[in-house]
């Protein structure tokens, strides 16, 4: 399709696992980010790319938490050692370019840490 | 520090009723840029508007409007002759002079309506 498309749309791990969740942005889109929505919440920003790299990683809530981008296009986010507050909805965006105005968000990727 | 109230949790109006959703925010930047997005239940955030601090004048957009007043610090959003259609959780964010890169948005309010 022409959006933001985001993989998985669900999964279930277990405490203290690895996971990757994947974001294909808009063919042609330079920027990239990263949010995570709470139940009730609003999203927070975790990350954002300009091409391959990070230009603002000041929302990444610690260490275990890491995205690459390394073609400028398709981004992964890995979480180390999950824990249960991990739980969350995690949203892709994607601009055609820094300070576009508009970002495209994917359907995100529903985590659930048990 | 950048902080965004939406204070309705959820609203609810019978179809082709008027409503309005409030936003009041809070920034130290003298740039700044207003946002309303739309989430509906299949979770994907939809664009409606982008407004930069200077810009205070209202915008109508169909059945949308907007009214941004800095002396209140408010982004106000109203729907009019609302549709079944419009149900959805309305976010408000904000972002710095950089734009959309670092958005904050509030704890958006859900809207339902009734047919």
């Given at each position: 399709g022409a959006g933001v498309s985001q993989t998985p749309s669900n999964k279930v791990t277990e405490k203290g696992k690895y996971v990757e969740l994947r974001c294909d942005p808009i063919s042609g889109h330079t920027a990239l980010y990263w949010y995570r929505?709470?139940?009730?919440?609003?999203?927070?920003?975790?990350?954002?790319?300009?091409?391959?790299?990070a230009a603002d990683d000041s929302g990444l809530p610690n260490d275990r938490f890491f995205a690459v981008r390394p073609e400028g296009s398709v981004s992964t986010l890995k979480i180390q050692r999950t824990e249960r507050g991990d739980s969350a909805v995690y949203l892709c965006a994607s601009s055609e370019y820094r300070d576009a105005g508009e970002l495209f968000f994917g359907e995100g990727s529903r985590l659930t840490v048990l | 520090a950048q902080k965004v109230t939406q204070a309705q949790t959820e609203i609810s109006v019978v179809e082709k009723e008027d409503v309005t959703l409030?936003?009041?925010?809070?920034?130290?930047?003298?740039?700044y840029y207003l946002f309303w997005y739309k989430q509906p239940p299949s979770g994907e955030l939809v664009?409606?508007?982008?407004?930069?601090?200077?810009?205070?004048q209202n915008e109508i957009s169909g059945r949308y409007s907007w009214n941004f007043q800095k002396s209140?610090?408010?982004?106000?959003?109203?729907?009019?002759?609302?549709?079944?259609?419009?149900?959805?959780?309305?976010?408000?964010?904000?972002?710095?002079?950089?734009?959309?890169?670092?958005l904050f948005f509030g704890t958006?309010?859900?809207?339902?309506?009734i047919p």
């Open positions: 929505q709470s139940l009730g919440q609003g999203p927070e920003f975790l990350i954002y790319f300009q091409g391959t790299g | 409030d936003c009041v925010y809070e920034t130290r930047d003298t740039t664009f409606l508007i982008r407004r930069n601090s200077f810009d205070e209140t610090s408010s982004f106000n959003f109203t729907i009019t002759a609302s549709q079944v259609v419009d149900s959805a959780v309305y976010f408000c964010a904000l972002s710095g002079a950089t734009g959309a890169n670092n958006g309010t859900r809207l339902t309506v």
